[in-house]
């Protein structure tokens, strides 16, 4: 099966620099995913690793170890507007198209 | 170009009774996948409609059922509703011709069962 943890809260200063890490036991997996969430809204695609390593989008990066089974999700020059739960996903090999495992979501508020 | 829309937002029900929510994928997706998801926690996937049929399902019970239309939009049911079935129903449509694991949800129909 699959088990996913993330951190369920953080905090972090507008302008800063913030790192949401998420690890996971799983038998293998497709590719790892980030979704963003805000409060009463749907989620929305981030980010999508399948090899190890970092890809870089923007202000947002996220991170692949498959051997260290751990991901994070790197977010530069917070504002105040990534106040978010932000959510780690795998697709596993045996869940079939499409079908995402998610963690709990981290919530992270950005103050001034 | 209109995203994922579901109907109802928001519903109330009492223990036992069913419900039905609608969804409408975003245009050019052909694949439609339900998740619930609870207060604090992470989307959980409760099944799958491509080409009218399920695909896929998760661990949740028969009392969980749901359709595909022609027009691929979707329907999910579920019967004898329980407190426990309080939750947040997210519907998720992607393409097979689009990138793996990228979904796109609607807002969903927030359901509570008194």
């Known amino acids: 099966g699959q088990n996913i943890d993330q951190p369920t809260e953080m905090t972090a200063t507008e302008g800063a620099i913030v790192q949401i890490n998420c690890t996971y036991q799983t038998s293998g997996f497709n590719g790892l995913f980030w979704y963003q969430q805000h409060a009463g809204e749907a989620p929305t695609f981030l980010s999508y690793?399948?090899?190890?390593g970092l890809e870089e989008k923007g202000r947002f990066s996220s991170f692949l170890s498959r051997s260290k089974g751990y991901s994070y999700l790197l977010l530069k020059e917070l504002q105040m507007k990534d106040s978010a739960s932000y959510l780690c996903a795998v697709l596993p090999f045996s869940g079939g198209y499409n079908k995402l495992i998610f963690g709990a979501g981290t919530r992270l508020a950005v103050h001034p | 170009d209109a995203g994922v829309t579901q109907s109802p937002t928001h519903l109330i029900k009492t223990r036992g009774q069913q419900v039905t929510l609608r969804c409408s994928p975003k245009?050019?997706?052909?694949?439609v996948s339900w998740y619930q998801q609870a207060l604090g926690q992470g989307p959980q996937f409760i099944f799958q409609?491509?080409?009218?049929?399920?695909?896929q399902r998760g661990n949740f019970p028969d009392r969980f059922s749901g359709h595909q239309f022609p027009n691929y939009s979707s329907e999910l049911n579920v019967n004898a509703l329980l407190l426990g079935d309080s939750a947040l129903y997210l519907c998720?449509?992607?393409?097979?011709?689009?990138?793996?694991?990228?979904?796109?949800f609607g807002e969903g129909s927030r359901l509570t069962v008194l």
């Open positions: 409609y491509y080409e009218e049929e399920e695909r």
């Open positions: 998720a449509s992607s393409s097979r011709e689009g990138r793996t694991g990228e979904l796109f």
């Open positions: 245009s050019g997706h052909d694949t």
């Open positions: 690793n399948v090899l190890d």
